[in-house]
């Protein structure tokens, strides 16, 4: 049994996350336009028309913006929970019945090989969750748009063989930077976005002896830095005990370019 995936869109601008196994293909969020999820497919060398489904993480716009273009023109199942529905069935326009299906929070659905666990996140959206991939002994998670990583949610995504994970600005840069204090407040709370440090030392809660892979994502386009966030991820992991190539390694996202498709 085999796991791939890849991170084709990740940031302030727009996110999509694909995942496959032998007998299923799932876009996680469709946050840019219909043209640029186009794009991304073919330069991973996938064909969007032969996705098992989309799943919804929550409403915003740069995780919808091409979810019902994409979703009517290749006729694809979009899985999302009742309040997310309620609250981006305005922005997505009309969806076929036949292509609306329900995934509520703290459920685990089974496509064919392949096990989609949902958790809930810290966030202001309606009601936002993100998802835990699992084939056999594989693991992989996906975590974002989250003001912290709670007890509960460590419990549920630590050990994992591979992490997409909230990484969204530093702390310095955002204070300092050209936001209204409002939206700086916003970032900062418990339902906003988590710094790089407090990332790290999420990271360094669940990380095991089978973690190898961390993708640092969901990047602040304006208050955050690859290089920047790599450095401070690593440093306070450093000061966790933990040293970058020994036990795992970190990995960029790109908003407008995808990752590598790699196995688990």
């Not at 996938?46 to 929550?58: A, E, N, P, W, Y």
């Not at 006729?75 to 309620?86: F, G, S």
């Not at 995504?157 to 955002?174: P, Q, R, T």
């Not at 991820?233 to 790109?254: A, K, P, R």
């Amino acid at each position: 049994m085999t796991m791939h995936f890849s991170v084709l869109a990740s940031g302030s601008t727009g996110n999509a996350f694909f995942v496959e196994t032998e007998d299923q293909s799932f876009l996680v969020d469709a946050g840019l336009s219909g043209k640029a999820m186009e794009g991304l497919f073919s330069e991973i060398g996938r064909d969007m028309s032969k996705l098992s489904g989309i799943l919804v993480t929550h409403e915003h716009s740069d995780h919808i913006k091409g979810l019902g273009v994409v979703a009517r023109k290749h006729n694809l199942p979009i899985y999302a929970n009742k309040k997310t529905w309620d609250a981006m069935e305005r922005s997505i326009g009309a969806i076929p019945l036949e292509q609306k299906f329900s995934f509520e929070m703290e459920q685990v659905k089974t496509f064919g090989s392949l096990d989609i666990q949902s958790f809930g996140v810290s966030h202001d959206a309606a009601e936002p969750m993100f998802y835990v991939f699992h084939q056999g002994e594989k693991k992989l998670v996906l975590i974002t748009d989250t003001g912290y990583v709670s007890d509960r949610v460590k419990g549920i995504i630590s050990n994992a063989d591979a992490y997409i994970f909230e990484s969204n600005h530093d702390v310095s840069m955002l204070r300092m930077g050209r936001y209204p204090w409002s939206i700086k407040r916003r970032i900062l709370s418990d339902v906003g976005h988590v710094s790089n440090e407090d990332a790290a030392l999420a990271m360094s809660d669940v990380a095991g002896d089978r973690t190898k892979r961390i993708y640092l994502a969901h990047l602040s386009l304006d208050n955050n830095m690859k290089d920047l966030a790599r450095m401070s991820v690593e440093q306070t992991l450093q000061t966790q005990g933990i040293v970058i190539g020994e036990q795992f390694s970190l990995y960029d996202t790109d908003p407008k370019k995808p990752t590598e498709l790699v196995q688990l």
